[in-house]
């Protein structure tokens, strides 16, 4: 079936410095990538998002880019700061349906 | 605007006792509906998905169930809790393409 796969499980960077994470999808009907950020005890809220139509979206410190040839799609953070310690996960879905696979997530640590 | 409702916040059930946790949207119609669970540390494991009333769809098998009386009401019921249905359980809706994601139900099995 279809699948989402994330990487790394976890993450640590120093304050300041940008952290990357990975997913691969296997849809090729899939053409809406959005990213969730959960901080404990709390609900997956979105962060950012991209449709297969756009390579490249921002939003101030967080872009997401995507590239549809390898079904690969990665989260960009820079100057990362403590509070953007929490688990992203990522998702890929396809419009009109009820399909929405997530990522398995990735546990990031801003270490101050 | 559209919200999400779910309720209680928290739960403490002995095995074996039945469950019903509760799901509303406001501000939308007719919209796709979701019951995932996320054990402690874990990630989103879709239990139930829904595209209409009476429309229910598992992708887990396992010894709960939901329905959908009302176009904006997801229920979860199980009629004997497991240990292992420990967890915090996250209703979800999509109307267009973004999911949102309700308060979610911490669910503690004794």
């Known amino acids: 079936g279809e699948n989402v796969e994330q990487h790394p499980s976890t993450l640590s960077v120093q304050e300041g410095d940008s952290a990357v994470i990975k997913c691969t999808y296997s849809?090729?009907?899939?053409?809406?990538f959005p990213w969730y950020k959960q901080e404990l005890g709390k609900r997956p809220q979105l962060i950012i998002d991209i449709r297969s139509n756009v390579g490249e979206k921002k939003d101030q410190r967080i872009a997401v880019t995507l590239n549809k040839t390898a079904k690969h799609f990665s989260l960009h953070i820079t100057e990362t700061q403590p509070e953007d310690s929490a688990v992203y996960f990522c998702?890929?879905?396809?419009?009109?349906?009820?399909?929405?696979?997530f990522g398995t997530g990735t546990r990031l640590k801003v270490l101050a | 605007s559209q919200t999400i409702h779910q309720w209680p916040a928290t739960l403490v059930q002995p095995v074996g006792s039945p469950l019903s946790l509760e799901c509303t949207v406001e501000g939308t119609s007719n919209p796709n509906l979701y019951w995932y669970r996320q054990a402690a540390g874990r990630g989103l494991q879709l239990l139930f998905y829904?595209?209409?009333?009476?429309?229910i769809s598992s992708e887990v098998p396992q010894n709960l169930s939901a329905s959908r009386p009302q176009d904006r009401q997801f229920i979860l019921s199980s009629k004997k809790l497991l240990l292992s249905d420990s967890g915090f359980y996250l209703c979800?809706?999509?109307?267009?393409?973004?999911?949102?994601f309700g308060p979610g139900t911490r669910l503690t099995v004794l």
């Open positions: 829904s595209v209409g009333i009476g429309q």
């Open positions: 998702a890929a879905s396809t419009s009109g349906t009820y399909k929405y696979i």
């Open positions: 849809d090729s009907a899939s053409n809406y």
């Open positions: 979800a809706w999509t109307s267009t393409d973004t999911q949102y």
